[in-house]
């Protein structure tokens, strides 16, 4: 049998002129399909943004780019105290979030914005009654400067039913937001201060939110 007349193997078997199907090359060679595309799907959940978790009582960061920074402060103490009353009277002098109350004491006062990230506009929605726990969740960043930050975490946890992982992920999101809205300025949008306070006071207090905070002092 001369070299013309080598049994040739048949074009569709494996290695045929009409098998399709790449050679293993390298590590493909070794590392079979299904635990690339394993190892695939695991990166693209790496990368995948966290899911943000809701629940009764969530953190609320004022952007540090927002001119006025806490309304209470802008009014006169004795209408401050009278809006202080009338939010505790109306929530029946317990917590809108958890239930609790402070027999002898005034819940704290706390101002509910909404951020709308489209027109950065910041509008204040209304006055919540809070017990003191519920309120350092809210400023999470300012009860951890006063060394109370381990407290607002564990009742922010109780109060939601989340574990601490899930807690320091929801925690890590809410100052993730924070500094994005802080990369800009905020309008401002006092309407909900409408049911506490009559209309002179509160044009006032929109003139006063206006200016920078060491203008504030010399005009009120």
């Known amino acids: ?104 004491f005034l819940l704290e006062c706390h101002e509910q914005w909404r951020f709308d990230d489209q027109t950065r506009v910041q509008t204040l929605e209304r006055m919540v009654a809070l017990c003191s726990d519920c309120h350092k969740v809210k400023h999470i960043g300012l009860a951890g400067i006063h060394g109370q930050g381990v407290h607002a975490r564990a009742h922010l946890a109780r109060v939601n039913g989340w574990t601490l992982s899930e807690t320091e992920a929801n925690i890590r999101e809410a100052f993730r937001v924070w500094a994005q809205r802080s990369q800009g300025p905020w309008t401002l949008d006092l309407e909900g201060l409408r049911p506490y306070v009559d209309p002179v006071e509160r044009a006032r207090i929109v003139r006063l939110a206006m200016l920078p905070p060491e203008r504030r002092r010399t005009t009120s």
């Open 1 to 104: 049998m001369g070299p013309d007349e080598l049994p040739r193997q048949p074009a569709d078997q494996p290695g045929g002129v009409l098998d399709s199907r790449p050679e293993p090359r390298g590590l493909n060679r070794l590392i079979r399909t299904g635990w690339r595309r394993e190892a695939r799907k695991r990166a693209a959940v790496a990368r995948a943004p966290a899911r943000t978790m809701k629940g009764r009582l969530t953190v609320e960061l004022v952007p540090k780019t927002s001119l006025c920074d806490d309304v209470g402060a802008l009014m006169e103490d004795g209408t401050w105290d009278r809006v202080r009353r009338q939010v505790d009277s109306q929530a029946g002098g317990r917590c809108e979030i958890c239930r609790g109350d402070d027999p002898g």
